[in-house]
C-alpha cells in the first residue's frame, strides 16, 4: 500500500525501466478524482482493449466512451511496445472487484479466485491497457509483451513492492468476476509475475541478454594436391651416373 507516485516520478520510473513512452495531450491532469479517491494503490493492472488500431485505441482509452467517461486507464501499450499516457489518477479501467484478492495483492501472498465485485479497484490500481482484440487469436508481438513486464516492474521498484513474494501485478480478470482479460498472453499472468520478479532482481537498466545465433560450421578444407618433385638438377644427374658406373664397375671380373 502506499501513496501514488506524481505524474513525474511515475514518467521517470517508465524510462529508467526502459519503456518507450508518447505522451498523449494534457494526460498528467487528465483523470477522474472529481468522482471518487485515487489511492492508497496497492498494484497494477492489464487489460486488453478488443480494439484494433493503435491511433484508434489511444483515442478511445483517453477519451472513453458515451457509457464509460475516459480516461479508460493510465497507459495503452501498442502492439509495437509503446507506452501512450492518456491520464493519470482516477481512471475508469478496473471497476468494482473482490476484497480477498485486494489483500492478497497487498500482502503479495498467492491470489483467491475473485467471487465478489464489493471493492473499488479505481481507486487502488495502476492501469494499462493493452492493444489486442482479446479473441484469443490476436497475437502478442513480444516487444508488446516486454512493455508490459518494464512498465509493470517500473511501478513496483518505485513502490518497493514485490520483496514478499509475489509481484503486485494482476489481469482484470483475477479482480473482477466475468472478465477475460489479458487473453492470449503467452504464460498468462503467472508468467508475466514471474518476468517481473525476474526484472527486479536487476538494475531498471538491464535487459535479457539476446541467444547467440549459432556459429555456422567451417567448410571442409580442400585437400592438396600432390606436390611433383622438381626435376634433377645437371649436378645431381652426373652424382647418380657416377655412383650407377662406380657400381658396375666393382661388379666386373
Known amino acids: 500500500?502506499?501513496?501514488?507516485?506524481?505524474?513525474?516520478?511515475?514518467?521517470?520510473?517508465?524510462?529508467?525501466?526502459?519503456?518507450?513512452?508518447?505522451?498523449?495531450?494534457?494526460?498528467?491532469?487528465?483523470?477522474?478524482?472529481?468522482?471518487?479517491?485515487?489511492?492508497?494503490?496497492?498494484?497494477?493492472?492489464?487489460?486488453?482493449?478488443?480494439?484494433?488500431?493503435?491511433?484508434?485505441?489511444v483515442a478511445i482509452c483517453r477519451d472513453g466512451r458515451s457509457d464509460l467517461p475516459g480516461p479508460l486507464c493510465h497507459?495503452?501499450?501498442?502492439?509495437?511496445?509503446?507506452?501512450?499516457?492518456?491520464?493519470?489518477?482516477?481512471?475508469?479501467?478496473?471497476?468494482?472487484?473482490?476484497?480477498?484478492?485486494l489483500k492478497a495483492v497487498t500482502a503479495e501472498s498467492a491470489l483467491p479466485a475473485d467471487n465478489e465485485a464489493n471493492t473499488d479497484g479505481n481507486a487502488r490500481f495502476y492501469g494499462f491497457e493493452c492493444e489486442n482484440l482479446g479473441d484469443g487469436k490476436d497475437p502478442w508481438p513480444a516487444v508488446q509483451r516486454d512493455a508490459i513486464v518494464r512498465a509493470s516492474a517500473a511501478l513496483v521498484r518505485?513502490?518497493?513492492?514485490?520483496?514478499?513474494?509475489?509481484?503486485?501485478?494482476?489481469?482484470?480478470?483475477?479482480?473482477?468476476?466475468?472478465?477475460?482479460?489479458?487473453?492470449?498472453?503467452?504464460?498468462?499472468?503467472?508468467?508475466?509475475?514471474?518476468?517481473?520478479?525476474?526484472?527486479?532482481?536487476?538494475?531498471?537498466?538491464?535487459?535479457?541478454?539476446?541467444?547467440?545465433?549459432?556459429?555456422?560450421?567451417?567448410p571442409p578444407t580442400a585437400p592438396k594436391p600432390p606436390t611433383t618433385p622438381p626435376p634433377p638438377t645437371v649436378a645431381q644427374q652426373i652424382a647418380a651416373l657416377d655412383k650407377r658406373l662406380t657400381a658396375l664397375e666393382k661388379r666386373t671380373p
Open 75 to 101: 497507459g495503452v501499450i501498442a502492439k509495437d511496445g509503446v507506452v501512450h499516457l492518456v491520464g493519470y489518477g482516477r481512471a475508469n479501467h478496473a471497476g468494482l472487484g473482490d476484497d480477498d484478492v
Open 158 to 218: 518505485a513502490h518497493k513492492w514485490g520483496g514478499d513474494g509475489n509481484t503486485s501485478v494482476i489481469g482484470h480478470l483475477e479482480w473482477q468476476p466475468g472478465k477475460i482479460d489479458p487473453r492470449g498472453i503467452s504464460g498468462g499472468m503467472p508468467g508475466i509475475r514471474k518476468d517481473v520478479a525476474e526484472r527486479l532482481k536487476h538494475p531498471a537498466s538491464w535487459s535479457p541478454s539476446a541467444p547467440k545465433p549459432p556459429t555456422a560450421p567451417k
Open 1 to 57: 500500500m502506499a501513496q501514488p507516485l506524481s505524474a513525474a516520478q511515475f514518467i521517470a520510473a517508465l524510462r529508467a525501466e526502459g519503456v518507450k513512452v508518447v505522451e498523449v495531450g494534457n494526460w498528467r491532469t487528465h483523470n477522474r478524482n472529481s468522482k471518487g479517491a485515487w489511492g492508497p494503490v496497492h498494484g497494477v493492472m492489464i487489460h486488453h482493449t478488443v480494439t484494433k488500431g493503435t491511433a484508434a485505441t
